[in-house]
């Protein structure tokens, strides 16, 4: 499986609820798309009624599609680390289950090599109050959530859980991030 696409270069990455994920993602330059969904586990095409129980093991996770000649691994690698907490297992915030796991899903060896590399530098620095306990595992599959997942805070910013949880962490990004979001 390759992560070039015509120019472009896809990520997997897992770090709580794909909606805040998708919400995060979606706004840096450089991104072409962004896909809320599952991925490795042991249902094929799992629904995410089924993956809500904690028995699939799959991860809620967002594909995102991106260009690297405006963005790189690497910088999509500096958001992931700070816009969730990758020293809590199986939980951000509420979101409690192995479906929240924190998660590089990788394509090739290039994207393992970054994320171990940043991981390990992370982690010696202090950087977080504790170990980090992302995994870094090769991508089995990706399946993407049903419809009324995609673009979820953008459809739904008044909705509670968009208000609690996601609008908060919207803020804080953009305020960390701001030269890299798009016009």
């Known amino acids: 499986m390759s992560s070039n696409f ?3 270069e896809t990520a997997v990455l897992g770090a709580g609820c794909f909606w805040c994920v998708e919400a995060v993602f979606a706004e840096l330059k450089g991104v072409v798309s962004v896909t809320p ?8 095409n799992p629904s995410y009624k089924e ?3 904690g028995k ?7 594909r995102i599609v991106f260009d690297p000649a405006v963005i790189t691994f690497d910088e999509l690698l500096e958001v992931f680390w700070q ?8 939980r951000q915030g509420n979101d409690i289950g192995d479906q929240y796991r924190s998660g590089v899903y990788f394509i090739d060896n290039v994207q393992r090599e970054r ?14 109050h504790g170990p980090i306990v992302t995994e870094i595992v090769p991508l089995d599959h990706f399946y ?17 859980y968009c208000q609690m949880v996601i609008r908060p962490k919207i803020d ?9 979001l798009k016009p």
């Not at 816009?83 to 199986?90: E, F, G, I, Q, S």
């Not at 994320?115 to 977080?128: I, M, N, P, T, Y």
């Not at 993407?144 to 509670?160: C, I, K, T, V």
């Not at 804080?172 to 890299?180: D, S, V």
């Open 172 to 180: 804080k990004f953009r305020k960390a991030f701001g030269t890299k």
């Open 83 to 90: 816009t969730h907490d990758p020293t809590t297992l199986n």
């Open 144 to 160: 993407p959530a049903e419809d009324y997942h995609r673009n979820y805070f953008a459809m739904n910013p008044d909705q509670g």
């Open 6 to 8: 015509g120019g472009t």
């Open 51 to 53: 993956v809500c129980t």
């Open 37 to 44: 969904g599952f991925c490795n586990g042991s249902t094929k």
């Open 56 to 62: 699939t093991g799959h991860n809620e996770v967002a």
């Open 115 to 128: 994320a171990e590399h940043w991981r390990d530098v992370l982690d010696k620095s202090g950087a977080f």
